[in-house]
């Protein structure tokens, strides 16, 4: 598959810490990558990087083989046009209710579109999501899924082509995280690129065609699932055996990686 972001020798320090170290990878379009790795390692700071959120100190972003520094204002508005972002603390405006927040990416972007169908197409998102019943609340008076289902829901509201998820599933209940599994399994059944950071079993099984490993702002192995998944660097054994080992119950065809990477371990 052609690469739709790669980020070439990347380098980013945030608060006197050097977060990614010289960063080359490619993210294919009409696939699904995961990012893994320890907690820290620089995960969500080289998601936010590959989707322009932050600008690396160096080095460059390539969208569809241009680089995003030398974007236009109005080119780099239509390319978020087209995707959506789904943070980890679900970011959602604190003064706004649920159903402005779902409204605003499609005012702010499309503000011709017609309150009428502004409102269409929020409540079918809210019914997808199961919270009609919260449409006129703030994010306080939601449960951490509600809002993380809610903050799901606004990145998808404008039908995207690409989306970057942050920890879609971490630290919401039962109910909730089934919710955004079967969003983000329609998403790939419609070959939406997807760029993950997870830790989840289930769903690096259930998404990842390729996988970049990272440590320390480095990385360690990136490719197609099945390339990476039997590398031989003792490191990105023990990452991925101490999330994939539990996706055992999802997919039997990740058990080839536990015996290698047990052992690597012990």
């Given at each position: 598959?052609?690469?739709?972001?790669?980020?070439?020798?990347?380098?980013?320090?945030?608060?006197?810490?050097?977060?990614?170290?010289?960063?080359?990878?490619?993210?294919?379009?009409?696939?699904?990558?995961?990012?893994?790795?320890?907690?820290g390692?620089?995960?969500?700071?080289?998601?936010?990087?590959a989707?322009?959120?932050?600008?690396?100190?160096?080095?460059?972003?390539?969208?569809?083989?241009?680089?995003?520094?030398?974007?236009?204002?109005?080119?780099?508005?239509?390319?978020?046009?087209?995707?959506?972002?789904?943070?980890?603390?679900?970011?959602?405006?604190?003064?706004?209710?649920?159903?402005?927040?779902?409204?605003?990416?499609?005012?702010?972007?499309?503000?011709?579109?017609?309150?009428?169908?502004?409102?269409?197409?929020?409540?079918?998102?809210?019914?997808?999501?199961?919270?009609?019943?919260?449409?006129?609340?703030?994010?306080?008076?939601?449960?951490?899924?509600e809002?993380?289902?809610?903050?799901?829901?606004?990145?998808?509201?404008?039908?995207?082509?690409?989306?970057?998820?942050?920890?879609?599933?971490?630290?919401?209940?039962?109910?909730?995280?089934?919710?955004?599994?079967?969003?983000?399994?329609?998403?790939?059944?419609?070959?939406?690129?997807?760029?993950?950071?997870?830790?989840?079993?289930?769903?690096?099984?259930?998404?990842?065609?390729?996988?970049?490993?990272?440590?320390?702002?480095?990385?360690?192995?990136?490719?197609?699932?099945?390339?990476?998944?039997?590398?031989?660097?003792p490191?990105?054994?023990?990452?991925?055996?101490?999330?994939?080992?539990?996706?055992?119950?999802?997919?039997?065809?990740?058990?080839?990686?536990?015996?290698?990477?047990a052992?690597?371990?012990?």
């Open positions: 598959m052609p690469s739709l972001i790669a980020l070439e020798d990347v380098q980013l320090v945030l608060g006197g810490y050097q977060a990614l170290r010289n960063v080359s990878v490619e993210f294919p379009e009409g696939g699904s990558s995961v990012i893994m790795g320890p907690s390692c620089g995960k969500s700071t080289l998601l936010k990087v989707a322009g959120l932050i600008p690396p100190d160096s080095g460059r972003v390539l969208f569809r083989g241009e680089d995003i520094a030398w974007f236009s204002d109005r080119k780099m508005t239509e390319m978020r046009k087209r995707n959506g972002f789904v943070f980890q603390d679900a970011a959602l405006w604190e003064n706004k209710t649920i159903f402005d927040n779902l409204a605003l990416p499609i005012q702010v972007h499309f503000p011709k579109v017609p309150a009428s169908e502004v409102k269409e197409r929020v409540v079918r998102a809210l019914e997808r999501g199961g919270l009609m019943d919260s449409m006129a609340q703030r994010p306080a008076q939601l449960s951490g899924g809002r993380k289902i809610a903050s799901f829901l606004r990145a998808m509201i404008l039908e995207p082509k690409w989306v970057f998820l942050d920890e879609p599933t971490m630290s919401v209940d039962h109910e909730a995280a089934s919710r955004i599994l079967e969003m983000i399994r329609e998403l790939k059944a419609r070959a939406c690129t997807i760029i993950a950071v997870t830790h989840e079993p289930e769903l690096t099984s259930m998404i990842a065609d390729h996988l970049v490993v990272l440590d320390a702002g480095v990385i360690l192995a990136a490719g197609p699932f099945d390339s990476v998944k039997t590398e031989a660097d490191r990105v054994r023990s990452i991925l055996a101490r999330v994939l080992g539990q996706a055992a119950a999802y997919d039997a065809d990740l058990l080839s990686l536990l015996g290698g990477g052992q690597d371990e012990g």
